[in-house]
């Protein structure tokens, strides 16, 4: 018996030590090759005139297998070591530095939101998960440059609304009962970002991201742009390297755990990666999860992205900013980019990537 167990403890040891992390640097594996990855190169890296600034530009492209760096590609002005605009990738950062909250106790999903922000009092009954699923109810367009002048996340950005971004948002009517409805909102996002200050206090908030998750990980790169008000920007302006953005990918791909520190809760994780009962297809190109994307089929669709496993999740953002994560697979991906007249697909990459991979 006692045998029987010092092999068991051996093996769990074995386990353990075998698991990849990354430290100042990642842990490098076999480089991919081949006729699969100058196919990957030619959709991810095309000719471009950046004088029109149409078509493809991916500013980085990062591929982590089994917590390894295996491929690794820059072009344009972005290096390794270039914190880049993640955009809206920064509001799955947001969710994940509120799962360390959460971890914390210092509230509940269910929670109304004007506990921690009382600005939204006229909104009584928005919750933190109604946020989280951009189910607000509030009425919000999300248009960038093809209808600026009605568009509220531009108003918020960068004209009436930039100095209090919260505020801005709580000021807007309802157009839904809250948690019925998916309607994205970076508004959402910054009321996150509102009632976490008060979650964690005035004195803690400002370092929160980088004490809770950004210094963890090991990400030694990250800016994180704020209002007037002092209200981190959660749904636009965070700025990470590639290779730090893939340690949040590690972290979400491994369930929340960071070595041996279960740096998230599971049951976190697990609500980021559940689809938003509220939605219906056709309203974007991925389906809502947790302030996630996720790859699975909604009222009867098929999966947003068919080249890739159903257990695929996404950060996303404008201009074609992505970190994808497949657990079944042990992949990270992190692609930055410029893209801007619409013709990335997230899809098609993901194929090329999952046939690169393969041995």
């Known amino acids: 018996m006692i045998k029987g167990l010092s092999l068991f403890l051996l093996l769990i040891s074995f386990t353990v030590q075998a698991e990849q992390w990354p430290g100042e640097q990642w842990p490098v594996g076999a480089k991919i090759s081949g006729a699969a990855v100058e196919a990957l190169e030619t ?15 991916t500013d980085a492209l990062l591929i982590i297998r089994d917590g390894q760096l295996i491929y690794e590609r820059y072009a344009g002005p972005t290096r390794v070591e270039t914190p880049h605009l993640t955009w809206s990738i920064s509001k799955s950062l947001m969710a994940t530095v509120l799962g360390v909250a959460y971890g914390e106790g210092l509230f509940k999903r269910d929670d109304p939101v004007s506990k921690f922000y009382p600005a939204l009092e006229k909104h009584p009954a928005i919750t933190v998960a109604d946020l989280l699923h951009w189910a607000s109810g509030l009425d919000w367009q999300e248009d960038y440059e093809y209808a600026p002048l009605k568009s509220s996340v531009v108003a918020m950005l960068y004209t009436r609304g930039h100095r209090d971004m919260p505020a801005f948002t709580a000021d807007h009517d309802a157009y839904a009962p809250p948690g019925q409805t998916f309607r994205y909102s970076s508004g959402d996002s910054n009321l996150l970002a509102a ?22 990980l090991g990400i030694r790169s990250a800016a994180w742009e704020t209002d007037a008000g002092g209200t981190f920007v959660a749904s636009s302006y965070a700025y990470l390297t ?7 990918g590690l972290l979400m ?3 929340g755990r960071w070595g041996d520190r279960q740096l998230l809760p599971k049951a976190w994780v697990a609500f980021n990666r559940e689809s938003f009962a509220g939605y219906k297809t056709h309203q974007d190109e991925a389906v809502p999860g947790g302030h996630w994307w996720l790859n699975r089929p909604a009222d ?10 159903p257990d695929t999740f996404a950060a996303l953002g404008h201009w074609g900013q992505a970190l994808y994560v497949i657990p079944s697979e042990k992949l990270v991906i ?12 997230h899809n098609e990459l993901l194929k090329r990537v999952l046939k690169a991979v393969q041995p």
Do not use: C, H, I
């Open 195 to 216: 009632a976490l200050k008060s979650m964690v206090g005035p004195q803690r908030y400002p370092d929160y991201p980088w004490t809770a998750l950004f210094e963890p």
């Open 43 to 57: 959709y991810a890296f095309p000719p471009r005139d950046d004088n029109t600034r149409q078509g493809v530009r």
């Open 334 to 345: 992190v692609r930055y980019a410029d893209d801007r007249d619409g013709s990335y697909r």
């Open 253 to 255: 791909a491994r369930d």
């Open 300 to 309: 009867g669709a098929a999966a947003p992205w068919p080249g890739a496993p």
């Open 242 to 248: 590639a290779r730090d953005l893939a340690r949040v």
